[in-house]
């Protein structure tokens, strides 16, 4: 069966989509396009990089064009789709390069597109020295506008922008954080997890301002000097903006897809619009989570590569489904940690669930073996029942990936007595007999 998949933007959701097709049906003909000049590139690397952890932002693109090609898939970059007529089944594209439009038709379509990050009216785009944090040539300005510099501003406490503190400090950078809300890490954990997390951003040297609103920036001679707040003015020769993103829905609604009520891209199991023949995946789409059953929008990595699967499978005329998420995270902001799934107490009480927590302070591994760090972890179930609803954990980075333990046991809807019952891995290097995890589910039990 000849079919001409058509996939707009060429990164995580994308690229999967394109691979998984061409394995499945090598008698599809895929042709990605791309706005950009890359394709396939870790953006979840960009503050390593510029932090000096990673080499090259070269390290950080996993398949170039030519290999694509190898594969069968037509890569077109620094082209951007700017239409899409569904009944017809084409998209419009302009060639970025040549300066000219034409009509490509397609019978299957991915709409790929990821989101943007935020940029208020205030961020001035005639200022050097002010960045967003998105993609490749971002990081790449961020890099020039290092040289010489000696003070940053970050605009946001969410991860974006605590692992971007940690990069320019680094650095060598005097790094001010700036937060609107009463604390940093404010979507991911409950208070006093981010207060934690706010006191290793401290004993690191960033000044870090919660409460904050930012009125304007200031500058001389077209680059930046300062950030203007309602708590005075913050010198800086970098900016740094990261207070969200939101999901790049033009084509979708160009072509008459519907958006959820996140405001991202609706899609059934298989990926699927409520338009014939046009698929979602990524970033731009929202998914279902399996512990509240409500539609969300949390845009990350592993999310977008399986989104881009499961297009991808069916899109070549296979059957696969995306089983959702159950709002795993991770970060790490110096030398500490931190790790949620599923829900928070907070959370879980913002959605009138029947919710107790129990709290267990420890250490990462047998206290008697070198090393051993404290490990804080909560651990939230239901009331009554002892259905497991979720589990934050904050200590040394390799320790709280323990977090997947409850993560795969949330998406079997398994209980506090499932989690205790779980045979973990015990060695003195690794953890206590009685894993931290274990003594959690034991006391909520
Ligand atoms: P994107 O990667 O945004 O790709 C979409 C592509 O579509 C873009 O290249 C864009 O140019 C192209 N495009 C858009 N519109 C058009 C058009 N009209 N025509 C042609 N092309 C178009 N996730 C994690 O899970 N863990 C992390 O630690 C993590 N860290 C991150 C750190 C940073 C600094 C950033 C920016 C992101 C991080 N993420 C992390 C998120 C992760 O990078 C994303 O979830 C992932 O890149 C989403 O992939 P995507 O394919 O949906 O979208």
Redesign the pocket.
């Known amino acids: 069966l000849f079919m001409r998949i058509v996939i707009?933007?060429?990164?995580?959701?994308?690229m999967s989509a394109a691979s998984r097709a061409r394995r499945l049906n090598p008698d599809v003909q895929v042709t990605v396009?791309?706005?950009?000049a890359d394709i396939s590139y870790?953006?979840?690397g960009?503050?390593y990089v510029i932090g000096g952890d990673v080499p090259s932002f070269e390290r950080l693109i996993a398949r170039t064009p030519g290999r694509m090609r190898e594969q069968g898939i037509d890569v077109r970059l620094r082209?951007?789709?700017?239409g899409v007529d569904a009944a017809a089944r084409t998209v419009t594209v302009r060639d970025r390069d040549a300066g000219r439009s034409f009509t490509e038709p397609y019978d299957r379509l991915l709409i790929?597109?990821?989101?943007s990050a935020v940029r208020p009216d205030w961020a001035r785009r005639d200022l050097q020295g002010v960045h967003v944090?998105?993609?490749l040539p971002d990081g790449q300005a961020i890099e020039a506008s290092l040289q010489g510099a000696r003070r940053a501003c970050i605009i946001g406490g969410g991860?974006?922008g605590l692992?971007m503190a940690e990069a320019l400090r680094s650095r060598g950078l005097e790094v001010t954080l700036l937060e609107k809300g009463p604390e940093v890490a404010g979507r991911m954990l409950d208070r006093d997890f981010q207060q934690r997390v706010r006191a290793e951003l401290e004993r690191h040297g960033v000044e870090v301002r919660c409460g904050t609103t930012v009125e304007a920036l200031t500058g001389k001679d077209g680059r930046v000097t300062g950030v203007q707040t309602d708590g005075g003015l913050v010198p800086a020769d970098v900016v740094i903006v990261a207070v969200g993103v939101k999901p790049?829905t033009a084509?979708a609604r160009a072509a008459g897809v519907s958006l959820g009520k996140t405001g991202a891209i609706a899609v059934n199991e298989r990926q699927e619009t409520d338009v014939a023949g046009v698929y979602a995946?990524?970033?731009?789409t929202e998914s279902t989570h399996r512990v509240t059953g409500q539609k969300v929008h949390i845009?990350?990595?592993?999310?977008?590569n399986r989104m881009?699967r499961v297009a991808g499978v069916n899109m070549a005329g296979g059957d696969a489904r995306f089983p959702g998420v159950v709002g795993t995270g991770i970060?790490k902001t110096f030398d500490l940690g931190a790790a949620r799934t599923g829900v928070t107490q907070a959370e879980a009480d913002g959605l009138g669930l029947e919710a107790v927590s129990v709290d267990v302070d420890s250490t990462d591994h047998a206290g008697y073996y070198p090393d051993a760090a404290p490990i804080h972890v909560r651990l939230t179930a239901e009331r009554g029942s002892g259905r497991l609803l979720g589990a934050q954990l904050i200590g040394q980075p390799d320790s709280v990936k323990r977090v997947d333990v409850v993560a795969a046991l949330l998406h079997k809807c398994g209980s506090v007595q499932d989690l205790f019952e779980t045979d973990l891995a015990y060695a003195p290097p690794f953890s206590s007999v009685w894993d931290v995890l274990l003594v959690a589910a034991d006391r909520l039990g």
Do not use: K, M, Q, S
């Open positions: 707009v933007g060429g990164v995580a959701a994308g396009f791309e706005r950009g870790g953006a979840c960009l503050p082209h951007e789709v700017t790929a597109t990821g989101v944090v998105r993609d991860y974006i692992e790049n084509l995946a990524g970033d731009n845009p990350l990595g592993l999310t977008a881009g970060f």
